[in-house]
């Protein structure tokens, strides 16, 4: 094991802790941005450093196809590689290749798959997934599991979990560098909570560094997500750290982080970012918008960033979806903005003021007092009392919350 | 729209407490010169002193095409505080009554103590479009599409966008035009340039446009006209529009032959390394960075040695991938090369990552790719112009001229003929 996970504050299920890893110390709950191929999108390390990123994630399957594993092993390691000193995460690559690749399938012996270079028939074994991220050499590596799709039913996703626990042993025997990365189990089971709690037993025996809530974030309706969300942290022993995958926005990362997760990664805020959409405490701005043409307001009066110091909504406006400096510009606030509440979690937890942050933070993204039903349930499991931001039920329509 | 205040006549007073400048060395036995220009910066009084010959930093709506706001104060300073723009990157939006509203352009990207110059041509992304100009005003094409653009209007962006220094409206022409064509942008030059000084606003520093196209005594009239007139420098215009690199010299010399010396001149269309070391020995004082961002784009990083040493480059390097002055990192033979693009080059880029990784950020088409080299492109043609001031200073600018050209001929020559800069796309 090479973390070590130490609680610093609780409220009720929500924890805040601090994770030491080879490569950082880090403070959870945490977002990781997704930096698929060796770089976040359009930012340099140091920005990433001074906008307080802690733990950055790459794409095996995508780092594995171009430089090559082999190459940044040669090199030195993926923090080498592109100059991060703090930690990484990498992702066990079949997810990627079921999601990417049409012709992907899954058998006893891993993900076969066409291979995207020359069409020959390619297979992604447990062993070789760990294999190539032992050469990436991110702080904190994932088990190959059988993905399901989460609106599947029926007996693939039972046949998926158990698979998942097969393979888990194959990863963990195939894991050269247990003191140097961390393993993690990822707990499936669709959203039958009998099949998630066996998956969560099988490797909670594993006795792994940390454990991640997979197969989530796919489609799912919300009252079905939190729930998976909730039964696994429950089940999942206090003293590791728990990953829910592909989460994913502002609400559902507060949300799970009330149920006692740990760590999220999305895509989201530097994707919607080049689209020209910024993260604000309402929900969203789009700066695409026409009547931000002739807005001298900042992004957000309450955020400390660079460009919200230094550029108008108008600017950004002719920027934006036209000009790489948009995106860049974009980008550096929507991951100051996961960053900022990340820091917000945790120091609420720890000062213990948990429940008046997170009703501040449903009473901007929901002024009139519409906060969804399944985060109004989410929250009382949590033990979170928002009756404060809540109107009572059913008199008023279920408004998405967006500022533009 | 603007109120009537702003456009005030100014008594030229001001315009010399905002800008002064001063020669330190002329060069013995021609006209490069080593000057000092010091800035009031509008944005926030701070005062600059850039040394010329000086390059502008080139932008896309006033901030560089890649290098992030928070990184320019890496580079070299005060070197790279000055920033070129074009009023017409600003066509669509924000509007105008917007920009004046926010403060100006120092306000508008958020660089209090640079030194904006406004120049309607940018070489990028507004190119005068000569055949669609006519008496009433220059047009030009922009990605937003075509615009006529008369001299009261331009007056009306620059009182609004308050850049530290603008350059008048300019007809500038391609250089197959005829020469009664040649002669009319000449005479509407002028006429715009008197118009431009009766609305000059009282902040912001005029130089006056010089054009003429590739015809001495056409240049020579211009010059010696706008040379009358009460503007605190020049800039010279219609290069880079057709004209070849090895008759320039003649025109430009007519140009700064007829120009008072104490005044500063601004050039545009003179980009490669050749092409500017032609300016500097014609008397040319400042240059945009337009080379620089062709160069990002097509994945070529600057190496020339900046001192006087031979260029240490692995002479195993084939030469597709390389010249005396650039290399192409795209080239596969820099996937595993952990060197830096420049050793002991001391830019972001160089102190923090190795040209395998610029390749892989090539290969897989990654906007960092281009940030990091625009970022040392930028800070070695700034180092390159510390090093012929330092040049023209030792009284040795024609030796270093010769000696720079004659090094990347024959690596020019040595290269496959396909690789041959001046006549790509790369200018
Ligand atoms: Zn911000
Ligand atoms: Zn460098």
């Known amino acids: ?404 | 729209m603007l109120q009537e205040a702003e456009l005030s006549i100014d008594d030229g007073a001001q315009e010399s407490k905002n800008m002064k400048f001063a020669i330190k060395t002329f060069c013995k036995s021609g006209r490069a010169r080593v000057g000092l220009l010091q800035l009031t910066t509008l944005g926030n009084k701070e005062i600059i002193e850039i040394e010329t010959p000086a390059l502008l930093l080139t932008t896309r709506k006033g901030l560089p095409a890649f290098i992030p706001p928070d990184h320019l104060p890496f580079l070299p300073s005060p070197d790279s505080r000055l920033l070129h723009f074009s009023p017409m990157h600003f066509m669509e939006c924000p509007d105008l009554k917007t920009i004046s509203k926010i403060g100006g352009v120092h306000r508008l990207l958020g660089l209090q103590g640079y030194g904006f110059v406004a120049v309607p041509r940018d070489s990028i992304l507004s190119l005068p479009e000569c055949n669609s100009s006519n008496k009433n005003g220059a047009s030009f094409e922009t990605p937003c599409g075509r615009f006529l653009v008369k001299p009261l209007e331009y007056m009306k962006m620059i009182s609004s966008m308050k850049p530290d220094l603008w350059v008048s409206l300019a007809d500038e022409v391609h250089a197959s035009v005829t020469v009664k064509r040649n002669k009319v942008s000449v005479d509407r030059t002028i006429t715009w340039l008197d118009t431009c000084i009766s609305l000059k606003p009282r902040d912001g520093v005029l130089f006056g446009s010089i054009v003429g196209g590739c015809n001495v005594e056409e240049r020579t009239r211009c010059a010696q006209e706008v040379a009358k007139r009460n503007v605190s420098g020049y800039y010279i215009g219609g290069f880079g529009l057709g004209d070849s690199i090895d008759e320039r010299s003649t025109y430009l010399h007519a140009v700064t032959d007829s120009l008072p010396k104490e005044k500063p001149r601004q050039v545009c269309g003179l980009g490669l390394p050749e092409e500017v070391l032609q300016g500097i020995a014609a008397g040319i004082d400042l240059f945009d960075s337009t080379y620089i961002y062709h160069l990002t784009l097509e994945g070529f990083a600057l190496i020339f040695p900046l001192n006087n040493d031979k260029c240490t480059q692995d002479p195993q390097l084939c030469p597709m991938a390389s010249d005396y002055t650039k290399i192409n990192l795209k080239a596969t033979v820099y996937r595993k090369d952990t060197s830096r693009i420049v050793e002991g080059c001391t830019c972001y880029t160089c102190q923090n990552h190795t040209k395998a990784y610029i390749n892989h950020l090539l290969n897989v088409h990654e906007m960092l790719a281009q940030i990091l080299l625009e970022i040392h492109n930028t800070h070695h043609y700034l180092s390159f112009f510390r090093l012929i001031r330092e040049a023209i200073t030792e009284g040795k600018f024609e030796e270093f001229r010769q000696k720079f050209i004659q090094n990347r001929r024959g690596h020019l020559l040595a290269a496959s003929p396909i690789t041959f800069e001046l006549e790509s796309p790369v200018r």
Not at chain 1, 74 to 93: C, I, Q, V, Y
């Open chain 1, 1 to 404: 094991m090479a973390l070590r996970f130490e609680i610093l504050g609780r409220f009720n299920r929500a924890r805040a802790a601090r994770l030491t890893l080879p490569h950082f110390v880090c403070e959870t709950p945490l977002f990781m941005p997704v930096g698929t191929q060796g770089t976040i999108k359009g930012l340099t390390t140091n920005q990433l450093e001074d906008i307080g990123c802690q733990i950055i994630l790459g794409n095996t399957y995508h780092l594995a196809l171009r430089p090559t594993s082999e190459l940044i092993d040669e090199l030195g390691g993926l923090h080498k590689f592109m100059n991060w000193p703090r930690a990484l995460l990498t992702d066990s690559g079949g997810f990627q290749m079921v999601s990417l690749l049409h012709l992907a399938d899954i058998t006893e012996e891993g993900v076969t798959f066409q291979s995207p270079v020359d069409g020959k028939p390619m297979l992604l074994t447990p062993e070789e997934s760990i294999q190539i991220q032992n050469r990436i050499g991110a702080d904190i590596i994932m088990a190959l599991d059988d993905v399901v799709k989460t609106t599947i039913t029926g007996p693939r996703i039972e046949e998926a979990m158990y698979r998942t626990l097969r393979w888990i042993d194959r990863c963990i025997a195939a894991h050269k560098r247990p003191k140097e990365q961390n393993l993690f189990g990822i707990v499936q089971g669709g959203l039958d909570p009998v099949l998630r709690d066996i998956c969560v037993q099988g490797l909670v025996e594993r006795n792994l560094p940390g454990y991640a809530i997979g197969g989530l974030a796919g489609g799912e309706d919300k009252d079905s997500f939190w729930r998976v969300v909730a039964q696994c942290t429950a089940s999942l022993p206090e003293s590791k750290p728990r990953y829910v995958m592909g989460v994913g926005y502002p609400l559902d990362i507060v949300v799970c982080s009330a149920l006692g997760a740990d760590m999220y990664d999305c895509v989201y805020p530097t994707r919607t970012a080049r689209f020209g959409t910024a993260l604000v405490p309402e929900g969203v701005l789009r700066l695409k918008h026409q009547s931000m043409a002739d807005d001298t307001r900042p992004i957000d009066s309450t955020c400390e960033c660079m460009v919200c110091k230094n550029y108008t909504r108008a600017y950004l406006h002719c920027l934006v979806t036209k000009d790489a400096m948009g995106s860049q510009l974009l980008s550096y606030h929507n991951l100051y903005y996961m960053m900022q509440l990340s820091r917000n979690l945790h120091s609420s937890i720890i000062e213990g003021t948990f429940p008046k942050f997170v009703c501040d933070f449903l009473t901007k993204m929901f002024p009139e007092g519409n906060v969804p039903e399944w985060v109004c349930n989410a929250m009382e499991v949590a033990g979170i009392d928002i009756s404060s931001c809540c109107t009572p039920l059913n008199t008023k329509p279920n408004i998405h919350a967006s500022s533009g």
